[in-house]
């Protein structure tokens, strides 16, 4: 058996030298490499051995078929089918390849652009888990457990003390409770509400909520924060209006309006956010003392804000994925 190994390497050098394409190269990659191939062949062969020939042969098989494989590899390297292709085969007057740069999701850049705003107003950026105690998304913001506003908010409880944060105040309090005044601060996140998806609504959206809290905060300064806010967003020339409303945490309360016109609908007032002074027992449950201080909130909703700036009808469009819509921003 080891002449015909001896044989089996002159024959596959006299192969190697007769091959001149790629097609030629493969056939002789079947015949000697190959399922059915000479040294498939002799492997099933060395079954037949004897325990004192087998180690003997199977050394020299191991040694003639790296042999004729590294020679059949730099054959085909030479022919131009390896790793890298030969410099005769590349055509200099062909295209460039192009390649598309990826770029911030809408709500993504929506966001920076509202963080941005506000962070030159002196605010800080704080954030918290989107997995919420009952007690930091409801009770110390002055939601009892009978309390009827908790009919506001449809929930997802994971457990009877624990819900997926309705809104980001839950984040307000954790700062009240490790902080001391004065606090400036913006939280931004992930808020789940249990609806009914439609073009409106969705089981998912992102906030971003405002907190002041110091001695002699004002309505007047929550005004003048967000008008001057919303100037910078929206325009100086947008149309905007408060109007009293109704919110557990803060009192007095309001909303905010904007004058919208879409191209194909028809114009209305659409509620962009919500505000008001920190209720007096939302400080005193984080342990302030809400008699020597006073403080401001407010809260507004991206998907929405990046609607009416972008004119999008649609909230689902924003959570598709669609590559067509997402190119245009």
């Known amino acids: 058996m080891l002449d015909q190994l001896k044989q089996t390497t002159e024959n596959f050098n006299t192969d190697l030298q007769n091959v001149s394409d790629a097609k030629q190269l493969e056939d002789l990659r079947i015949k000697y490499f190959g399922k059915k191939g000479v040294f498939k062949d002799f492997s099933d062969k060395l079954r037949d051995l004897s325990k004192e020939e087998k180690p003997l042969v199977g050394k020299e ?14 054959t085909k390297s030479n022919l131009g089918g390896g790793q890298k292709s030969s410099a005769n085969n590349l055509d200099l007057t062909l295209p460039g390849k192009t390649f598309e740069l990826g770029s911030k999701h809408i709500l993504t850049q929506t966001l920076d652009e509202m963080k941005s705003i506000f962070q030159t107003l002196g605010f800080s950026t704080y954030e918290g888990p989107e ?3 009952d007690e930091n998304n409801f009770e110390k913001l002055n939601f009892p457990a009978d309390h009827p506003a908790r009919d506001m908010q449809d929930t997802f409880f994971v457990t009877p003390d624990f819900v997926m ?57 929550l005004k003048g924060t967000l008008v001057a806010f919303i100037k910078q967003f929206y325009g100086e020339k947008v149309k905007f209006r408060f109007r009293p409303s109704f919110f557990p945490f803060t009192e007095p309360s309001a909303e905010v309006d904007i004058w919208w016109e879409p191209s194909n609908g028809k114009a209305r007032w659409l509620e ?14 984080v342990g302030i003392d809400s008699e020597k201080y006073t403080g401001y909130a407010f809260g507004m909703g991206v998907e929405r804000t990046a609607m009416f700036k972008y004119g999008i009808n649609d ?15």
């Open 272 to 285: 962009v956010l919500g505000c008001g002074m920190v209720d007096p027992n939302v400080l005193e449950n």
């Open 131 to 133: 997995l919420e105690s």
């Open 165 to 221: 944060r309705t809104h980001t105040s839950p984040v307000q309090v954790r700062l009240m409770q490790k902080t001391k005044p004065p606090i400036r601060a913006i939280m931004p996140g992930k808020v789940y509400r249990n609806e009914a998806v439609s073009y409106k609504s969705y089981c998912l959206f992102h906030q971003l909520e405002g907190l002041y809290v110091d001695t002699d905060v004002t309505f007047a300064e």
């Open 61 to 74: 098989l191991n040694i003639v078929k790296n042999t004729c494989q590294k020679k059949f590899d730099e």
């Open 315 to 329: 909230i689902r469009i924003l959570f598709d994925n669609d590559k067509r819509f997402l190119k245009q921003f």
